[in-house]
């Protein structure tokens, strides 16, 4: 029996029928947490283009880089920080004509305000990693972080939660094109990988300034 009754006729809850009523509902709150997460993926919110003591491309640097070298030769930036994984997917998925600009900026240049890193985990939480541990010690405050479309919302929910609360940080979408089949295939992956953000970022906390980050 789901339930029992009174004398009076009032319903017992059992629990059984406990159980039942929360299991019936994570169908509705499963797609209520797609159609979020979807939203803000397709639309992420605008941010506000300032001045930043550094500019961020996230790998790989396919549309990334190029929009990241613009803000810092637009003035925009006075560093310019490249994420890249020489070995593994920058060079992979950069198309030739923009493999060239990673290669010129991490291979052949020696400006003081470039700086290319390799962050030790291949996630957006390892970039994230390295990226705030750079900022404390070039002792930066603000930091503009270029992006695809799709991976803006996400990032910003990482870095939001991981860098010290004194560092600034905005995230921008660089030009993004996808055929539907790409934008079907990044929407389903970012649902997913939102989930972990999630779980990472409560379990691992915000660095701190006196801190080396716990890479896990």
Same mark, same amino acid.
């Given at each position: 029996?789901?339930?029992?009754?009174? /004398?009076?006729?009032?319903?017992?809850?059992?629990?059984?029928?406990?159980?039942? &009523?929360?299991?019936?509902?994570?169908?509705?709150? =499963?797609?209520?947490?797609?159609?979020?997460?979807?939203?803000?993926?397709?639309?992420?919110?605008?941010?506000?283009?300032?001045?930043?003591?550094?500019?961020?491309?996230?790998?790989?640097?396919?549309?990334?880089?190029?929009? =990241?070298?613009?803000?810092? $030769?637009?003035?925009?930036?006075?560093?310019?920080?490249?994420?890249?994984?020489?070995?593994?997917?920058?060079? /992979?998925?950069?198309?030739? $004509?923009?493999?060239?600009?990673?290669?010129?900026?991490?291979?052949?240049?020696? $400006?003081?305000?470039?700086?290319?890193?390799?962050?030790?985990?291949?996630? !957006?939480?390892?970039?994230?990693?390295?990226?705030?541990?750079?900022?404390?010690?070039?002792?930066?405050?603000?930091?503009?972080?270029?992006?695809?479309?799709?991976?803006?919302?996400?990032?910003?929910? &990482?870095?939001?939660?991981?860098?010290?609360?004194?560092?600034?940080? $905005?995230?921008? =979408?660089?030009? !993004?094109?996808?055929?539907?089949?790409?934008?079907?295939?990044?929407?389903?992956?970012?649902?997913?990988?939102?989930?972990?953000?999630?779980?990472?970022?409560?379990?691992?906390?915000?660095?701190?300034?006196?801190?080396?980050?716990?890479?896990?």
């Amino acid at each position: 029996m789901k339930f029992s009754a009174l /004398a009076d006729g009032r319903r017992v809850w059992t629990p059984l029928r406990m159980i039942a &009523i929360p299991i019936l509902l994570l169908p509705a709150v =499963a797609l209520v947490w797609i159609l979020i997460v979807s939203y803000m993926v397709l639309m992420p919110i605008p941010a506000p283009v300032r001045h930043v003591d550094a500019v961020v491309s996230l790998a790989p640097g396919h549309q990334r880089l190029p929009a =990241a070298v613009e803000y810092e $030769e637009a003035g925009l930036a006075d560093n310019l920080v490249i994420s890249w994984f020489p070995d593994a997917i920058s060079t /992979a998925a950069l198309e030739p $004509e923009f493999g060239w600009l990673e290669n010129q900026k991490c291979r052949s240049t020696n $400006e003081n305000s470039v700086h290319c890193l390799t962050p030790e985990l291949n996630s !957006t939480y390892g970039e994230a990693l390295a990226v705030g541990s750079l900022a404390l010690a070039q002792d930066w405050d603000s930091i503009l972080i270029v992006t695809s479309r799709y991976h803006v919302f996400r990032t910003r929910y &990482i870095l939001e939660r991981t860098l010290p609360t004194h560092i600034g940080v $905005e995230v921008v =979408a660089a030009p !993004t094109e996808l055929s539907n089949r790409g934008w079907v295939r990044h929407l389903g992956y970012e649902n997913v990988a939102f989930i972990k953000a999630v779980f990472q970022t409560w379990k691992n906390g915000r660095m701190q300034p006196s801190q080396e980050p716990e890479n896990q």
